[in-house]
């Protein structure tokens, strides 16, 4: 034991991880204080209730988005069209699966098109659309907020152009496993949210593929001489996290049961990006970490558990988030690190 | 210069029209050029295809229906200029009129006391932003994004419901006519917007204000060696554009005489898009107040053209809307990279978030834009 624990704990707090870690502990320590039943988990038929399991369950679209989102903010931009795309795929997918209600026979548990279909099909949208962003930026040069922004601004008009302005209810039992299924006793939607991160780790650790990330984020142009395909790597990091938000798109049409084209993922961006930038993935671009987006969205929907929890008006979800970003962004930029680290250091002289 | 209000704005039109008189067009007239001809093309096309459309009547409504619109757009064009962004505007649309609202209906507070302090409000939101992006080196749309949320959520935190104005002063003001040649009138509101119009092609035109916002769209970095007011113009223009917001939540509360936090839900988007397919070049640096107001011009016209059509949804607004921004920027980018351009853009950027080789992309952003 020759480590001592105050090395320890600087070695920690040098991690990523770790402020996000600490802020999802302290925003669940506070619920237990609230609630002495927050941390208890039961087993009903075979499923487990709790909490915990509901935070987990209600923040895996989150999740799933924001670890797209993440690559794209590694390779320094933005994608700020997630939400729309995300009521693209719901919309593809309800209209595909077909709102008909038949009243007649009793039967309603139909579909258009079988389920695989269906999936594949809204999947291969979302990624279009992701690679249209992906091609407006990569191979035209336009800024991302820009080429994200004209999705954002259509995307919502081409949903409801989907659904023609309607809100389509699904009326598909085996659809709703995505979003409210249980498997070996937790939400299937946890299992998704761990293959993508499984996915995303293995390619982005366990291959070049992360480092080349980084360097585009860091320096297109360095990274170009370098060697490094930086137009094809930005290209696909749009893609995939039009993907991402495909994935999302099916969760929160299967959990709702509908598909809402003027509403559905609804300033979903912005969660988003709050729950990258929570994670400790710096907004201009180089190193990322997925899993600190994963704590980060899990932190947004504590916090809006804690909010509804503890009796505040749910109203004040939204003052909250925009303090907690204005505080999170100050604390990110070089201005405050630099007087904190010249405070450090007179610390240490004196 | 010290021309009057009046003479700004006229002064501000010839001198864009020596442009048209010289042989070959100076390319950075040329967005504006093609967004005023857009115009009357889509206008044109409306009136051949409508019974009724080509009206006085029907053109100055577009003045009627999108002038909070204007009043944004233009705060937008000066945030653009000076290369950031403002996500807040619709939310703060939005919180203005609910705090009138509230204060006027609820409280029973004088309008004329409320309605300075709403615009108070809107140019110290607009301060905060611009205080933590200049100060804390913070990413405008970061910021503004965060204030947007904030603004929303102070909305839903007086009342999560719409509350209706009956209040004499709000009413009587919504209903006044300006009459107008040929049977035709205008609203209180138009006079507004089209009041900050002449003061905002004053102020970008003609002011150190506005050499100095130019100055920072272009390079911030030369501005700061130049030794121009690079902190205090920053600033002072994300100000300017929140208390844009405030006004034209101010015009939007006289146009729906309602407060609602759900009001001008994604407005900011339009404004931007106004401003962009109106000329303004979203890298910062170059654009004219004039081009926001045709394409504020062309947004009202989709609207009108697919109101006539009567068999168009609503959507198809977004979604042409979108299609024209992305012409638009394709069409800016390819002038842009093209040889010998005169507008003063930079080659690299911060907030480019990818510099790509102008010899490979050139050919192609060019094919697609022209």
């Known amino acids: 034991m020759s480590v001592s624990t105050s090395e320890l704990v600087r070695g920690l707090a040098k991690k990523r991880v770790f402020w996000p870690l600490v802020t999802l502990a302290l925003l669940l320590l506070f619920n237990l204080a609230f609630n002495p039943h927050f941390f208890s988990i039961t087993i009903r038929e075979g499923h487990l209730y709790g909490s915990l399991i509901d935070i987990l369950n209600r923040a895996a679209p989150l999740m799933i988005v924001a670890m797209g989102l993440t690559l794209v903010i590694a390779t320094h931009g933005i994608d700020i069209s997630v939400g729309a795309v995300v009521a693209i795929a719901g919309a593809v997918a309800a209209t595909m699966i077909g709102g008909q209600l038949d009243l007649s026979g009793g039967a309603q548990d139909a579909t258009r098109y079988p389920l695989v279909l269906v999936i594949i099909v809204t999947l291969a949208v979302a990624m279009l659309f992701g690679m249209w962003n992906g091609m407006l930026i990569s191979f035209f040069g336009m800024q991302p907020i820009i080429a994200t922004l004209i999705l954002l601004v259509m995307g919502r008009g081409v949903a409801q152009l989907i659904t023609e302005g309607q809100i389509i209810t699904i009326y598909y039992t085996p659809y709703f496993f995505i979003g409210n299924g249980f498997l070996a006793g937790l939400p299937f939607s946890l299992f998704i949210v761990a293959a993508v991160l499984a996915l995303l780790l293995l390619l982005t650790r366990k291959t070049a593929l992360g480092l080349f990330i980084e360097a585009v984020g860091l320096n297109p142009v360095a990274a170009r001489f370098a060697g490094v395909r930086a137009r094809a790597i930005t290209f696909w990091a749009y893609a995939f996290s039009g993907l991402c938000a495909g994935i999302a798109g099916l969760i929160v049409s299967s959990n709702v049961k509908s598909a809402d084209g003027n509403n559905a993922g609804l300033l979903f961006e912005l969660d988003a990006i709050l729950a990258v930038v929570l994670g400790g993935t710096a907004l201009n671009g180089g190193r990322f970490t997925l899993v600190g987006s994963v704590l980060g969205a899990l932190i947004i929907q504590t916090l809006t558990t804690t909010i509804y929890s503890v009796g505040v008006p749910p109203e004040v979800t939204l003052v909250v988030k925009a303090v907690v970003v204005f505080l999170v962004s100050i604390l990110q930029s070089d201005k405050v690190r630099n007087r904190i680290a010249t405070l450090g250091k007179l610390r240490e002289a004196l | ?370």
Not at chain 2, 208 to 216: E, Q, V
């Open chain 2, 1 to 370: 210069m010290d021309n009057g209000n009046t003479a700004a704005s006229a002064a501000a039109l010839p001198a864009l029209t020596p442009a048209h008189s010289r042989p070959r067009l100076d390319p950075r007239y040329l967005p504006l050029v093609v967004t005023l001809g857009l115009f009357v093309a889509m206008f044109g096309a409306g009136s051949v295809a409508f019974e009724g459309f080509f009206s006085l009547q029907v053109f100055l409504n577009l003045f009627v229906d999108n002038a909070f619109l204007l009043i944004a757009a233009i705060g937008m064009t000066f945030v653009i200029i000076s290369g950031g962004i403002d996500l807040s505007v619709g939310s703060v649309i939005a919180l203005t009129t609910m705090v009138l609202a509230t204060l006027v209906e609820n409280r029973g507070w004088s309008p004329a006391l409320v309605i300075p302090l709403v615009l108070l409000m809107g140019a110290a939101i607009g301060l905060v932003h611009g205080v933590v992006i200049q100060y804390f080196e913070v990413q405008p749309f970061i910021v503004t994004l965060a204030g947007m949320f904030l603004a929303r959520g102070l909305c839903y935190l007086i009342s999560i419901d719409s509350i209706s104005i009956t209040n004499p002063f709000f009413s009587d003001i919504s209903a006044v006519q300006i009459p107008l040649p040929f049977d035709t009138s205008i609203s209180v509101n138009v006079v507004m917007a089209l009041g900050m119009l002449v003061v905002a092609i004053y102020l970008a035109h003609y002011t150190r204000f506005g050499r100095t916002l130019y100055a920072i769209g272009g390079s911030e970095q030369s501005a700061l060696l130049m030794g121009l007011p690079v902190a205090r113009t920053k600033i002072l223009t994300y100000t300017f554009s929140g208390f844009c917001s405030a006004l034209a939540g101010i015009a939007f509360t006289f146009y729906m005489l309602s407060g609602y936090g759900l009001h001008a839900q994604g407005m900011e988007m339009d404004a931007i898009a106004a401003a962009v397919v109106g000329g303004t070049l979203l890298t910062g640096g170059s654009g004219y107040v004039v081009g926001t107001l045709v394409g504020v011009l062309i947004y009202g016209t989709i609207q009108t053209l697919i109101m006539f059509e009567g068999s168009l949804s609503s959507w198809w607004t977004k979604i042409v809307i979108g299609l024209l921004l992305l012409v638009f920027c394709l069409l800016q980018k390819a002038l842009a990279r093209g040889p010998r351009s005169k507008g003063p853009i930079p080659a690299t950027r911060e907030v480019n978030g990818q510099q790509l080789p102008a010899s490979a992309s050139t050919e192609r952003t060019a094919h697609a834009g022209g």
